[in-house]
């Protein structure tokens, strides 16, 4: 048995770099220092089923195995026939897979979305209303006295997140968790929110009030009501307090804020109340809570490629971006879209009913390791070699630091970056090909 | 391939060309003596031939330059660009995506550029993005200023374990030079605060500014970098400033320069001294201190400075002075970005709108155009508009065409800006002009010296890289003084640009966009038994505290497309 050591786990945005992996016979048979769901990632879920081998849907139905060669071609057929094509994904996979795909969607006048649009969008929208003020995990972990989890539940989705920045000790914090006051705001009593030295237990959706509230307590003005958003006032006024003298502090925020119903404007309020926190002596930042380890990494690159982090549309031959116009639900919904590329994500099991209703309607090509709700709408399936398990390449934590995801065992399938690669090349011959007719016709149609 | 380029004017100040109507030769990504009957002739009579332009300080790739376009929309649709057969969209006016960044700075007939600021800790990012900046030959300056390693060391007057810590972090990093950034100043805004002047600790480091600039600079010359200490000084933007620079360039003046590749003979450079050269007590006294930072210039060898030059556009400010971003904000009210890093920097995005109707913004520029002009040694001083800080790297062809011409400055004095440019400055009663040699040196040549790079870059002589732009402007009879509206013209397109001896622009146009660059970094060699005992100690503490495992911070070669390692031994 081999043991590989400092792997960085590709499950979650924590993106753990300290496991160990047990490799026999190219084999992960076992894991060290991973939680309880990046352990499964490496082991792959005994009841999932791993495809093998690209698959394309006959016109019964049924999915017949085909090889690479014929998949490839038949999903490019599919993309360059296109009129409105989607591709969309990119949080499970690598960096440099993601940069490929940004010049497929490019080359395909296609419109280029990620995850965010149905997670932490909102955030984006409103980094561009008010900013991004943040910090690397181990600044919270180095200096941190206060730490706010708001909306989300770190206990169950990112379950070793509390043990690494929350109970660690840090440079400033030798004791760990004695030195750390721990505020959480959830409507449930989560296993976070246990945990708690204060629980704001807000209403469910009543975010933005509570918020609001602390804002104007925070600037020293009275709070006129009993109760905000179910939170009793002197909770508030103390939480208020807690802040304003922390030496450090940093909020975490997840979906349970970016997705209820003011959005974007939660998350205004948010960051407006962490960037003025900072006028009271202290230092405060804020980190999203991003979930698939490398959701951030396919907005880095977009940014970097097209100037935007997600719903890129190329259908003018330039980036365009116009989130509720230009994002994958938006054209799925008004029916636009007329064929979809799903990679490193499952929209089948996370996308409104409507969404879902047009994937059926239209072709859909998964790149997919494994059976997912999404496969089951797919037309053609290509099952790539996992990243961070059997091939190579770039993450971005939640907090933008980044990896290289090692390749544990070998695979005979490609790599997303190599499918996306040999996609490319095959777009790109076809439209030089393409092109050359159209020269052909013009020299040969007679003069008008 | 072999290439002629015949009868050009020819300005190359590295060998003393100044104007001659001369012939380059090119082989083999070279320049070379001669080259055969077959070689392919560019005629250039009538125009300009100089080196590519080699930029010394820009900000074009990283986590902060990335959260600048992601935060700001409303600045990348103002430019856009369709693709266009192998040449990549983009968008983006004052910080355009990667691809954008290369074609623009190749269409001006620059070749090379340093991204002047790479936390250590995202050294990947910075270099995926270098990846993805086609054409240029590129390096970037790790951030060491507020570093917890070095304060240690530096605390304890161990300058050689810093020099190893220094020599690690380069291989580990892929970097290129030492960027020191508010010395202690970025650490203090880690608890909210900042540092005042080089005399003010770092909060429970007990550092001071002025030590860590001594020590850096003490382990630069021990180690014998090509680049001398890269220096953002400390109270960037501050009326009254300029003492604290003049003092922060007076550390290193006994300290002597020893690289131990390429000529450069400074041992201190100070990047975007225009935000360093202020006067007064508050922005209602504020006025120009350009002339003394100009006058110890003159007087002073081992310091060269790059401008910063405002352009009076509406950009967006980033930087590792954490503190003083926050001060903008403050002072704007737009929006903010920060980002602290563990153990190593911090930095913040502000965008800010720099109004030739504001006084300040006016006497700003007038003192970037003082040092330019009253600086006498354009081999001490370079154009930078420390990209996109003081205003995007597009306007150097403006930036040229206003040294150039008295009358172009004057016409903007006069009816354009704010009377504080002319009451709180000098530069209405400045008349130097710059000649075409002048503006090789200040945008090539200098920075290929400082840098270490003259060998192969800055210059037209054999043997250097063949990287070389011709200008469509006559100095025969065209006269730059009065007709500056060409000069900003052929400035902004060069008629020819050749890298690494391919003409990527040919007649005013990019034809090669796919061609990549080099990544330069420094191979150290320093002081192998003293490194490993330095790394053991720096693996204990990163277990503690950083959140990334030592094995997993050092990027791999996979990260640069053409690797140019420096072998310092
Ligand atoms: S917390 Fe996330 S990254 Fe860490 S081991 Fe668990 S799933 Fe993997
Ligand atoms: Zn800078």
Redo the contacts between chains.
């Keep these: 048995m081999e043991l590989i050591?400092?792997v960085?786990c590709p499950f979650c945005g924590t993106l753990c770099?300290?496991i160990i992996c047990k490799v026999e016979n190219n084999e992960i048979v076992g894991t060290m220092n991973a939680c309880r769901i990046g352990h499964s990632k490496f082991m792959h879920h005994k009841d999932a089923t791993l495809y093998k081998k690209p698959m394309i849907r006959k016109a019964n139905g049924e999915l017949v195995e085909v090889e690479i060669d014929e998949a490839i071609e038949k999903a490019v057929e599919i993309l360059v026939n296109a009129k409105r094509p989607i591709l969309y994904g990119w949080s499970s996979v690598s960096?440099e897979a993601d940069?490929v795909g940004v010049?497929l969607a490019?080359?395909l006048k296609a419109l280029i979305d990620n995850t965010a649009t149905v997670c932490h969008g909102p955030s984006?929208l409103a980094?561009?209303?008010?900013?991004?003020?943040?910090?690397?995990?181990?600044?919270v972990?180095?200096?941190a006295d206060v730490i706010i989890y708001w909306a989300c539940n770190p206990m169950h989705a990112h379950p070793r997140h509390m043990s690494?920045?929350y109970f660690s000790?840090?440079?400033?914090r030798e004791r760990g968790r004695p030195d750390r006051t721990l505020i959480v705001v959830d409507p449930r009593e989560s296993d976070t929110a246990k945990l708690a030295d204060i629980h704001l237990q807000v209403e469910p959706g009543k975010d933005y009030e509570l918020l609001d509230a602390i804002r104007a307590a925070m600037k020293g003005h009275k709070i006129l009501y009993e109760n905000v958003a179910g939170v009793p006032r002197d909770l508030i006024y103390q939480a208020v307090e807690l802040l304003k003298s922390a030496?450090?502090g940093n909020l975490f925020f997840g979906m349970g804020i970016t997705q209820t119903s003011a959005k974007n404007r939660n998350i205004d309020a948010g960051i407006c109340a962490i960037?003025e926190l900072?006028?009271y002596?202290?230092?405060?930042?804020l980190i999203p809570m991003r979930g698939h380890y490398n959701v951030n990494g396919f907005?880095?690159?977009c940014?970097?490629?097209?100037?935007?982090?997600f719903c890129v549309d190329?259908a003018?031959?330039?980036?365009?971006?116009n989130p509720g116009e230009t994002g994958t639900n938006d054209l799925l919904q008004n029916k636009e879209a007329d064929a979809m590329f799903v990679i490193g994500a499952d929209p089948g099991a996370h996308f409104p009913q409507r969404a879902l209703q047009r994937m059926v309607e239209i072709p859909v090509i998964a790149i997919e390791p494994h059976r997912t709700p999404t496969t089951e709408l797919a037309d053609i399936i290509i099952p790539p070699a996992q990243i961070g398990i059997s091939s190579e390449g770039?993450a971005?934590r939640m907090d933008?630091?980044?990896?290289?995801m090692k390749k544990i065992i070998d695979s005979d399938l490609l790599s997303d970056k190599e499918i996306l690669k040999r996609m490319l090349e095959r777009v790109k011959e076809i439209h030089a090909s393409e092109s050359k007719m159209e020269s052909v016709k013009e020299v040969t149609s007679p003069a008008k | 391939m072999e290439y002629i380029i015949k009868n050009g004017m020819v300005y190359d100040p590295l060998n003393n060309i100044d104007g001659e109507k001369m012939d380059i030769c090119i082989r083999d990504g070279k320049i070379v003596e001669s080259v055969g009957e077959s070689a392919e002739v560019v005629d250039a009579s009538g125009k300009i031939v100089m080196a590519g332009g080699v930029e010394p300080h820009t900000h074009i790739a990283g986590p902060k330059v990335n959260v600048g376009r992601m935060m700001r929309p409303e600045d990348s649709e103002k430019d856009v660009e369709a693709k266009s057969g192998d040449r990549r969209s983009g968008s983006g006016f004052s910080v355009p995506s990667t691809f954008m960044t290369g074609y623009r700075y190749t269409e001006m007939g620059y070749t090379t550029a340093m991204e002047a600021a790479m936390p250590p800790l995202i050294a990947r990012h910075v270099h995926e993005e270098l990846v993805d900046t086609p054409i240029l030959d590129k390096g970037a300056y790790p951030l060491l200023g507020n570093n917890w390693f070095v304060m240690e060391y530096l605390k304890n007057g161990e300058v050689e374990e810093c020099a190893a810590y220094i020599a690690w972090l380069m291989r580990a990093t892929k970097g290129y030079a030492i960027k020191v950034v508010n010395p202690c100043g970025t650490e203090a805004w880690g608890w909210g605060g900042n540092v005042h002047g080089i005399n003010d600790p770092a909060p429970k480091f007990g550092i001071t500014g002025a030590e860590m600039i001594k020590g850096l600079v003490e382990a630069n010359e021990m180690i014998g970098l090509p680049h001398s200490v890269h220096l953002h000084c400390n109270d960037l933007g501050h009326p009254g400033n300029y003492e604290t620079t003049l003092a922060s360039f007076d550390i290193a003046k006994n300290i002597k320069a020893s690289p131990k590749y390429g000529e450069r003979d400074i041992s201190l450079y100070g990047t975007h001294v225009q935000f360093h050269s202020y006067g007064g007590t508050s922005w209602r006294d504020f006025e120009s201190e350009a002339p003394a930072i100009a006058d110890y210039l003159n007087k002073n060898d081992h310091i060269a400075i790059d401008v910063g030059q405002i352009t009076l556009d509406e950009t967006t400010t980033m930087t590792a002075d954490g503190p003083m971003e926050f001060d903008l904000y403050t002072l704007t009210g737009f929006k903010w970005a920060n980002c602290d890093v563990e153990l190593e920097t911090g930095s913040g995005v502000v965008p800010f709108i720099y109004s030739s109707k504001n006084p300040v913004h006016s006497t700003q520029w007038a003192i970037g155009m003082e040092l330019f002009l009253l600086t006498k040694d354009p081999g001490k001083i370079m154009m930078t508009t420390d990209h996109p800080n003081a205003g995007p790297f597009t306007r150097y062809p403006r930036i040229i065409a206003w040294l150039m011409s008295s009358k172009y400055r004057n016409d903007l004095i006069e009816n354009e800006l704010h009377a504080w440019a002319q009451k709180r400055s000098s530069i209405a009663t400045i008349d130097r002009e710059y000649s075409l040699y002048d503006i090789a040196q200040v945008t090539r040549a200098t920075a290929a010296r400082v840098l270490g790079l003259s060998e192969t870059k800055g210059h037209l002589g054999v043997g250097a890289d063949a990287d070389v732009a011709i200008y469509s402007f006559n100095p025969e009879t065209q006269d730059a003084s009065s007709d500056y509206m060409t000069i900003e013209a052929v400035f902004r397109m060069a008629d020819h640009v050749f890298k690494d001896g391919e003409i990527v622009v040919k007649n005013g146009e990019l034809v090669k966009p796919r061609i990549d660059g080099r990544t330069y970094w420094v191979n150290c060699h320093f002081n192998e038994e003293l490194e490993k005992n330095v790394i053991s100690d720096v693996k204990k503490k990163f277990k503690q505290y950083y959140t990334v495992n030592f094995e997993n911070y050092e990027i791999g070669d996979g990260y640069m497309r053409r690797s140019a390692p420096i072998e310092i031994k």
């Design positions: 050591k400092n960085p770099d300290d960096c940069e010049e490019e080359e984006l980094v561009h209303d008010t900013g991004y003020p943040v910090c690397t995990l181990g600044e972990k180095n200096r690494r920045h000790r840090g440079y400033f030496q450090f960037e900072n006028e002596g202290g230092k405060f930042t907005n880095h690159v940014t970097w490629t097209t100037g935007y982090p190329f003018t031959g330039y980036p365009r971006y770039t971005y933008g630091v980044c990896f290289t």
